[in-house]
């Protein structure tokens, strides 16, 4: 009786994960570049503040901006150029309201400038909840220590 020591090959059931790394890394960097540019609204100068940043939601918010010289600017996020042109206070009630009753689970953020009139900012407010805006958020930075 003669024992044949065979060779059998070993299956290596291991992936190669190098080439994932690569394109996880190449779409980091494009994240990276991209989120600077998808910010909405007006340029104003945010107060900082301690707080948790809003849930990620499907819906596009409307931003309604405030400047320091108490003008008003709209974006609806529909990449209108409403943002570019300041409007009355009447005219956003209007659009924001045409918006919210179309559908009313669209979010609504206040960015105010940080040198605008409280009274002012709550104007706004109380205007954009009569609007139909089941509640208005409020944007800030986040408060960096040592700033």
Known sequence: MSFKKSKKRKLVAEINVVPY????????IVFMVTAPLLMQGVKVTLPQALSKPLEEKDKEPLVVSIKDDGSYYLDIGNGSNDESQAQTL???VDKVGKVLREQPETPVLV?????????????LM??????????????TEPLVPGR
């Open 90 to 92: 009447a005219d956003i």
């Open 126 to 139: 109380s205007e954009l909840q009569g609007a139909g805006a089941a509640s208005v958020g409020l944007v």
């Open 111 to 123: 960015w105010g400038d940080t040198r605008v009139d409280y009274g002012a900012v709550v104007n």
């Open 21 to 28: 790394i690569d394109v996880m890394l190449v779409l980091l």
